[in-house]
Structure formats: C-alpha cells, structure tokens
C-alpha cells in the first residue's frame, strides 16, 4: 500500500519498439564453375546447408585429418537459380516494407570475381536484384504518384510539399532553362539495359494505400578509398583550364573539375545521410534504371588477374520513397509536413575482398584493395561487436566511425529498418581460402539481430476519400455533357428573380371605368414606392461606391507605401543577400576546413591504430619476456639449489678426502723416519765393521732391520690399492712396455696442470699434434677426440707418482663437451732396496754409493678402469670427478 501524501511512482514505460528483434537474414548463391574441369571445393547439401571440401594440397589439418566445414544460411541458391527465384526470396519483402514506409538495406558480400555485381544488377534479359525492385515499386505505385515537384527534398534527409501553382511554375521554369535533372525517356532505351525484366515476371505490391500520394527520388553513390563521391552529380567546367591538352575550342574539350568528396551527416531524427547528394525525382522503371545506368557509367572498375572488370568501389544506389495523405475532399495532398513520410531501400553492391598474392596489383590498384579490406575488415569488427553486446551482454562502443559504410548504415543495425545480405560464393579451389573467411562472417552476421522498426501512424481521416472524389469527378462530367450551357441560364434567371422579389408587387391594373378612383391611386401609391425604393438603392449604391473609392484610395495609399516598403525591403534583401554571400563563400573555406581535418583526423585515427597495434605487440612482448625472466629465475634458484646441495655433498667429499690425506701423510712421514733410522743403523753399521773387517772378507748383508718399538705400537695404516710393490734385490729390471693408446691417429688434448714437475724422465709420453693446455676450456675440447689429464701425488714410499687420466669427448645437448673417462695409466719410479745398494757398493768402498753409483728402477704401471664412469664429467667440474673418478677406480 501506498502511504498518504505520498504520490505513487509510475513504472517506466517499456519501447514497444525494441523488444521484438529479427535476425540478420543471410542468403547464399553459388555462382557456375567457369570450366568443366576445375576443381569444386562446395557442395550444397540442402537448401539450407553448403559443405566446404578442401582442395588438394592443404585437405590434411594438424591432426592428419581431411577439413570438411559445413555452414547453414537462411536459403542457399544453387547454380540452377533464376533471378526472378532469388528476387522472391530476397528482395520482394523489403520492397513491400519500403511501399509500407519501413526501411530496408541489402548488400552483397563476397571474393572477387564471386557473381555479386551481376547478382544486383543483372544482365540484359536477366535482371537482377535492383531492377526488379525498381519494377515492382512503380508497378504498385504507378497511378498513385502525384506530378513532378509537389515533394522537393530539404537537404537535410527530408522532404517539403509545395502546391500545385508552385509546382507548376517550377516544372515550366525548369522546361523552359533546359536544366532538369530529370532525364526524359528514351523513345529507344539504351540496349545495354533494355529488356532486363520481362513482362511476364512483372510484380506488384498488394494493399497500398490509395488515400496517399507517392513520388519516388533515387540517389546513387560510391565509396572510394575511403571517400564518398556522387555518381549523379554533373561536372562543372573548370574556367581556369578551359582546353584539354589535345587542343581544340573549350565547347569541343571543356576540362571538368574532378568530383568532390561528400561528407556525412546526421539529420535531426539521428539518422545518416550523404550532405549534397543529387538526388533525383523518377517516375517509371527505365527512368530510374537510366539514371542508375548514368552514374553506373561513372563507377570505378579495373582489370585484375582475377577479374576483368573488378569493382574498386563500394557502390550504394539509394531509392528514398515519400508519400502524403491526401485532404479530407481527396483532391489535394495534405499541406502538412508532419504527415509527410519518407522510407528508403539501400542496395549496396560491395567490394570483393582480394589477397595481393593473387592479384599481384601495384601502385593505385594497391592501395584500392588495401582500403577495401580494412572497410570489410571494420563490417566485420562492428558484426562481432554487435554479436558479442547481444549474447553477453556486454555494452562495448561499435566503431562504426572507423569506415564510411559502416558509418552510413549505423542505423539499420540500431534497429531502423531490415537488414539482408546475399553472400556469393565461387566453388573454385583457388577461392577456398578466401571464401573460408567469408563463411565465417556471415555465420558471425546471422547471430546478430536487429531490431523491429515502429510501424507508422494511422491517418485520422476517412478512408477511400480518392475513390469518393474520382466518382464525384465522373457524375459531373456525365450530367455536364448531358446538359451542357444550362447551369448558366439558370443562374441568370435567379438573379433576375431575386432582383424582381425586392420591389413591391404590382396591383392589378384593369380599368373598367374611366372615372375609377381606386385603381389609379393605389398604382399611383405602388410606383411612388417603387421610385423612393430605387432612389433608396440609388442613394446606397452612391454611398457604398464613395466608400468604396475611399477604400480603394486608402488602399492605393497602403499600396504605394508598401510598395515603398517593399523597395526598402529588396535594398536590405540586397544586402542580406550580400551577406548571404560571403557566408556562403565562409561556410565553402570552413567546409574545405572541415574536410581538410577530417582527412588529418583519418589520418591521425589510422596513424593512432598503427601505434596501438605497436603498443598491443609491445605489450605482449613484455608479457612473454617477463614470463620468461620468471622462468629464468625460478631455473636460476632452482641451481643455486643445486649447486648448494652439491656444494655441500663436495664439502662433504673433501672433508673425507683431506681426512684420509693427512692420515696418509702421517703414515708415510713414519714411513720416511723409519727409513731414515734404518739408513742411520746401517751407516753406523757399515762404519763401525770397515775398521775391524779385513779387506779380504766380505761382510755378509745383515738382516733386515726391525721397527723401533714406537712404530710398533702405532696401528699400521691400509696399504692403497694402487700401491706399487716393494722392488726386489738383484740388477734393476727394465721391461719393454706396450705402446701408449695416447699414439693414436685422434687428435688429443694434453691437459698438463702448471703446478706439476717435470721428471725428465723416459716414462713421460709423448703425443703427437695434441693441444697442450694448462687449464681444460671447451675451445680445446670442441677441436679435440681424447682428452689425458696428467696427475702428480706421492705415494706411500715418498716418491712423485704420476697418473695419466684418460677419456673421450662428446658433445651435449645443451651445445657444449663433456669428458668421459675411461683409463688411469699409472707411472712410478723407485729406487732399489738398502741391501741391494749395500752390495752393489761394497766392492766400490765407502762413500761411493752416490746417485751416480745408485741404480734406478723405472717401472710403469698401467691401472685400467673395469668400467665406465656412472656420470658424464662436465668442463666446470673436471677436477673434482677427476679425483672422484680415481678414488672410485683405485
């Protein structure tokens, strides 16, 4: 309930108009092959429904699988189709809306060379599309037209009604200059479009209203490059370039002023139209086709490799129908502009998108087809808009600015009249592609839906009015050809009557006596009457004539001071018109202006996308490399990670290794002190017996020397595996060794640390043409097949040990070398036992057991590894797998 003092809030009312929506209507033609033996890529199903073959050499998609596509329209016309068949289906509704003043537009869309120009206009014999909608109309219309004139446009998209004097006076003047932008019909029409429609197939449109008069304006256009030009406007001649440069008189060769671009505008309903478009008032259906045929003549065509005659230009023939009702008497029209009502059919024919590949166009054929496609390119941005706002329910702008034909037809998609579109289509292989493309949109374009326009109001006044007055017009000419001259006799004897009624009447005027003194004086008394009557209309007349000539004096006086008015007037409208001029002439420089900006504006929009497109591919590419650096830091912290862990697990292995070193160090410091005590013992010995022996005994060897008690109690550390065996007494043993597998024909890299010794000895070996490097690096290893790594370490006894690692380069994944190894060759030396010296030395006396006395032993040992290393050895760890390598071997 509502509470009091309170007034109830009204519930907002719903458009009526806007809640019924009909969807775009897209049809389907499939134009003839041009030979026999072409390959088709279409085929139609149904009549609904065409199904898409890919041609040989892409039929196979990623997955390996032949492309079948099948796509459904409103109804598919096959080749077999007439143009009478596709006019019914197509076209015959928007004409019957257009007579019913509801708009409608229908456009063609397709690839090059698909069939739409001959779809809308036809051939000789075959009319298309606008001709038969042209016939239909006039054939509805036809004896409802009112004459020439009495409807002239506004220049602003509407229309004002003028009388019947006013027209007529615009008809001679316009006859009588010879200026008429009317064409007269041809006694022969032109042969290139007679006959397009036969009179069998001619059409009407059933239920016009007859109380209306009509009057039909056809206007035709193109957009070229972006810029709308008329194609019915005249040429002026240019006065400064009166001569072509051919020569001859300037009426032979008159040089005319190129066409001017029109720019749009939006009247006061908030709908487009072209500024200064001719348009034309028709009245049959060769007139309207010959001013087609006129601006048809003016269009831009050009030959291409894939058409002869290709369309560079979208073209909008525009037939603009205004009807009036006509007054309550049914003779006149309506002098009421509200009543006027103005509906309009768009045929537009456009331009066939086309590859440069294909076409090979250069130059100006270049930049037409670059236009084309972004004009079809912006059709398909505002469908998909359209589609998405509708389905989603989003609000996004739709850039019907970005292009001339969206911009001119932005209404009928906003719901103000019936969209169509016929889409042709070439089953040729070469068109597969393209016509894919095609496909597509138009299955994006029947998602979209328009809505329903608002029927028009209903005329208060009584219907058949024009039947009424036709009937009335008959019977007065029947009954005037049945008594002809007697309404004039009859109306002259009721004036006379009238006259003889305002006298007095007349006694009777027998005499029968002459001495009557009756008759005399009452005939006496009835002419006094009569005469002070007349001389009562006398004196009135006088008065109302002195009256009159004073009126008619006053009124010269009111006349001859307008006419002073008047003349003033005409000085002023001089000067108005003047101004009016200069106006004009300022309103011509600020339209150049405006169209001077609106080219920079085109510019500075087309200049804005191209940076916008910049910013989207910057943008992304900024995306994908800050993508990219997170995966570089992630990898990055996943190898510190690792690098951690293995930093740990080395750690871990050197604390073990330097562990097991110092214990080894510390066996062979004992080692070496026991030595040295055993020389010591020895030499004491050997001095102490040289004074007491004779020179003819020979001292006996003495036995082995114990340890001392301290070593004794140590625990004696594991012999290595790779400990060499103590050498025996007696002549040093040189045993001939195999040859190096380093003497191959491989080209090796010979990886000698700066801080070895070099020994000078026969063991070292030698490599032929190898890269000799104190540090590995992967230029060397990248020119090299084997790889030896010379190692030097003590051994057990105190003595240097060298070890020759060896392995086999590879290459990785990642593009660098890895080594793996697969031998340890081992090089010792050891001098021979105590004893052995001491009797070597004995026959030579004391003091001659030096190093040039002393005997050496080299032997090599060769250790080869039983397997394979479990892990491939980078450059970056080379050391520590080296020694892992050899502790895992040894």
Known sequence: MNRKGKTPRRPPLKKTSHTQKDPVGVYCRIRPLGATDEECCIEMISSTTIQLHAPDGIKANRNGEYKETQYSFKKVFGIQTSQIELF??????????????????????????????????????????????????????????????????????????QGQVDALLERQKRESNQQSTVPKTPQKPDPEFADMISPEEACKCEGVDEDSCYSVFVSYIEIYNNYIYDLLEDMPIDPIRPKRPGGGTPLQNPELIPPQSKILREDQNHNMYVSGCTEVEVKSTVEAFEVFWRGQKKRRIADTQL???????????????????????????????????V????????????????????????????????????????????????????????????????????????????????????????????????????????EVEVARPVDRPICSLAAGRRHRNQAFRDELSRRQEEHPGGSNNTGDGSVLNQLLDSLPALPACELVDPTDEQILPRLIEVLERRHRIRQMITEQYTRTANTLKSMLQEFDGHLMAKENFIHEQRGKL??????????????????????????????????????????????????????????????RKRMEARMQGMVSDTKH????????????????????????????????????????????????????????????????????????????????????????????????VDHKPLSNLDLDTVMQPIIPNAIKVSAASEKALSKSHKYVLTHQELASDGEIQTKLIKGDVFRTRG????????????????????????????????????????????????????????????????????????????
């Open 815 to 890: 593009g660098g070398q890895a080594v793996q190894f697969t031998d340890i060759e081992t090089l010792r030396q050891e001098c021979p036992t105590v004893s052995s010296r001491k009797r070597r030395s004995s026959g030579d006396g004391p003091g001659q057991h030096d190093g040039n006395k002393m005997d050496w032993n080299d032997r090599e040992n060769r250790v080869s590894c039983p397997h394979y290393c479990p892990s491939l050895i980078h450059l970056g760890w080379s050391k520590t797998a080296i020694r892992f390598c050899h502790d895992t071997c040894s």
């Open 88 to 161: 019914e289906d197509v076209a015959k509704a928007l004409v019957d809306d257009l007579i019913h003043c509801k708009n409608g537009l229908l456009f063609t869309y397709g690839v090059t060379g698909s069939g739409k120009t001959f779809t809308m206009t036809g051939s000789p014999g075959e009319g298309g599309l606008l001709p038969r909608s042209l016939d239909m109309l006039f054939n509805s219309i036809g004896p409802l037209q009112a004459k020439r004139f009495v409807f002239r446009t506004d220049d602003k998209n509407g229309m004002e009604i």
């Open 343 to 446: 509906s309009q059919l768009c045929l537009v024919d456009l331009a066939g998108s086309e590859r440069t590949s294909r076409t090979k166009a250069e130059g100006s054929r270049l930049r037409e087809a670059g236009n084309i496609n972004q004009s079809l390119m912006t059709l398909r941005t505002c469908i998909e808009v359209l589609r998405e706002n509708q389905m989603c329910g989003t609000n996004r702008m739709v850039p019907y600015r970005d292009s001339k034909v969206t911009h001119l037809f932005k209404n009928y998609f906003d719901g103000e009249g019936k969209v169509r579109m016929v889409v042709c289509v070439n089953p040729k292989a070469d068109d597969y592609e393209e016509t894919m493309l095609v496909m597509r949109f138009a299955e994006l374009t029947q």
């Open 653 to 748: 292995q050197w604390e073990k290794e330097c562990e097991r070193r110092v214990n080894a160090k510390q066996l062979e410091m004992q080692n070496k002190l026991w030595v040295k005590d055993e020389k010591l013992k020895q030499l004491k010995a050997i001095v102490s017996e040289s004074n007491n022996s004779t020179t003819s005994e020979q001292q006996r060897p003495p036995d082995k020397p114990q340890r001392n008690s301290r070593e004794k109690d140590q625990p004696r550390a594991p012999e290595k595996r790779s400990r060499s065996p103590l050498p025996t007494t007696g002549t040093p043993i040189r045993p001939h060794h195999r040859r190096s597998h380093s003497a191959g024909g491989q080209r090796w």
């Open 574 to 635: 001089g000067e108005k018109d003047k101004i009016m001029f200069n106006q004009k002439n300022e309103m011509d420089r600020l339209e150049k202006k405006s169209k001077m900006l609106e080219y920079k504006i085109d510019i500075l929009q087309k200049t804005t996308n191209i940076y916008e497109g910049d910013k989207r591919s910057l943008q992304q590419e900024l995306e994908s490399r800050e993508q990219r650096l997170q995966r570089e830091l992630s990898e």
């Open 307 to 341: 058409n002869r005659e290709s369309s560079r230009s979208h073209s909008v023939f525009i037939v603009k129908l205004a009807q009036a009702p006509l007054d309550a008497d049914g003779d006149h029209i309506l002098q009421d502009k509200n009543q006027v009502t």
